[in-house]
């Protein structure tokens, strides 16, 4: 999807309802807004329903203040207009009330910015602006005081953040991120000690490069090509909405019978990903005009090594990945049914996957199907692609428990015993 050919009123429909599905927002909390080529500043209307917005609603207010649409602009319109006057280069704003981000707000706390790599890459340095009533004069100052500094990611004493950006995409990317960040530090801080990235590993993450591939054109397409395309866009739409990855990270694939794959392609919105945009990787080669996920040549070695699988992903599923930034070890022996599908998680250092391709292909095999990268991702492999996805369902599902499990008493572990007895039942050693 050409995001950027959307006209802006319906930008800021589909992405007020992609917060306000996420519950992310209220039915009249949070606002959005947009400033056109010609000055022209689109926004979301002031008392109108989040859950039903149409393009109708939207208002447009001219540089000279005047009001177009059937409705009043947000009543946080002046903060809008003050961060657009000061930053020029930010061309939407994002402010919104997500219970996570409320909750750091409340306890004027930042989520910590080194947990995972994404923050400090995807929303540069957050900060804290200082409090006051909502929709004053003097809130809109403390907004903008910040940003005028160079910020564009701010929190909001005790009220939800504002996030400034290229377009709006950018905008409601960050502020997932954002989310899902703080999401990640509140189920790791129930587990155990936190293990922060240091600076140099979070730089050494951003200086990832694609590989450089030859790339090949496509005579035709396979029936079992169109399927594969088809039912990856469907499962990877079904783990976005149920936010094992956010819009433009996580990634599968698919081998195909003639031992090439298929693979997620590089920053597309994972939510409105078309066949059309999965890439073919054959023979070492990429699909012309394509840019395959970062982690293409890790997928390859694994398909290289273990001709049983037949699908692997890597996403940020945040419980799973609580687990991923603390001392603690996820222990799949704890709930039968969890065991039967992942058997022995096993974890390899943070960058291993980028840095040691064929030292984490080989960790897979049988007994692992999962193994979880250290303040990265977790990567899931399966024979088949439902397989795998089931496997990462089963893994979040799991996770979520076992953090639960903790505030409610000491975790029971079912004995060596048992553990034989299921494998004994279920023929895991056949």
């Avoid at 903060?79 to 994002?94: C, M, N, S, T």
């Avoid at 694939?253 to 090439?260: A, T, W």
């Avoid at 699908?311 to 039968?336: C, E, G, N, W």
């Amino acid at each position: 999807m050409r995001f950027d050919l959307l006209h802006p009123a319906d930008q800021l429909v589909m992405i007020m309802q992609r917060i306000y599905e996420y519950g992310m927002t209220t039915t009249s909390g949070g606002n959005l807004s947009i400033r056109d080529e010609n000055g022209d500043v689109w926004i979301t209307p002031s008392g109108i329903d989040k859950g039903s917005l149409t393009r109708q609603d939207i208002c447009c207010v001219k540089p000279d203040g005047t009001v177009i649409g059937p409705h009043k602009p947000s009543v946080e319109l002046p903060f809008h207009l003050d961060i657009y006057k000061i930053r020029p280069d930010l061309k939407a704003i994002l402010h919104a009330h997500p219970p996570t981000l409320v909750a750091f707000s409340v306890a004027r706390v930042l989520p910590a910015e080194n947990l995972v790599p994404d923050l400090s890459q995807v929303c540069g340095k957050v900060v804290m602006a200082d409090y006051d009533v909502p929709g004053s004069e003097q809130l809109g100052r403390n907004i903008a005081k910040r940003f005028a500094e160079g910020y564009s990611t701010v929190m909001m004493e005790n009220h939800g953040c504002v996030i400034g950006a290229k377009d709006l995409f950018s905008a409601f990317m960050a502020f997932e991120t954002l989310d899902f960040c703080g999401r990640l530090q509140i189920d790791a801080q129930k587990l155990g000690t936190l293990h922060p990235l240091t600076a140099e590993q979070i730089e050494q993450s951003a200086a990832r490069r694609h590989p450089l591939m030859d790339e090949f054109i496509p005579k035709y397409y396979t029936s079992e090509e169109r399927a594969a395309r088809r039912d990856m866009c469907k499962l990877i739409h079904r783990a976005y909405d149920q936010r094992l990855f956010t819009s433009t990270q996580g990634t599968f694939s698919v081998r195909l019978e003639d031992g090439s794959f298929l693979i997620t392609p590089y920053n597309k919105d994972r939510k409105y990903l078309e066949p059309e945009d999965i890439v073919h990787i054959k023979g070492g080669m990429c699909e012309q005009g394509k840019r395959p996920s970062r982690s293409v040549l890790l997928h390859q070695k694994i398909y290289e090594m273990h001709p049983e699988i037949g699908s692997v992903m890597l996403a940020h599923a945040p419980a799973i990945m609580a687990f991923a930034v603390t001392d603690a070890q996820f222990d799949s022996r704890l709930i039968p049914e969890s065991y039967l599908m992942l058997e022995d998680v096993k974890r390899v250092p943070f960058m291993a996957a980028t840095t040691d391709i064929e030292g984490t292909a080989a960790v897979f095999g049988k007994g692992t199907p999962v193994v979880l990268v250290d303040n990265e991702c977790v990567m899931v492999a399966g024979k088949t692609l439902l397989n795998a996805f089931d496997r990462l369902e089963v893994l979040e599902y799991s996770a979520k428990a076992l953090i639960a499990a903790r505030d409610i008493g000491p975790l029971v572990k079912i004995t060596q015993d048992e553990v034989l007895a299921i494998r004994k039942a279920f023929h895991m050693d056949d």
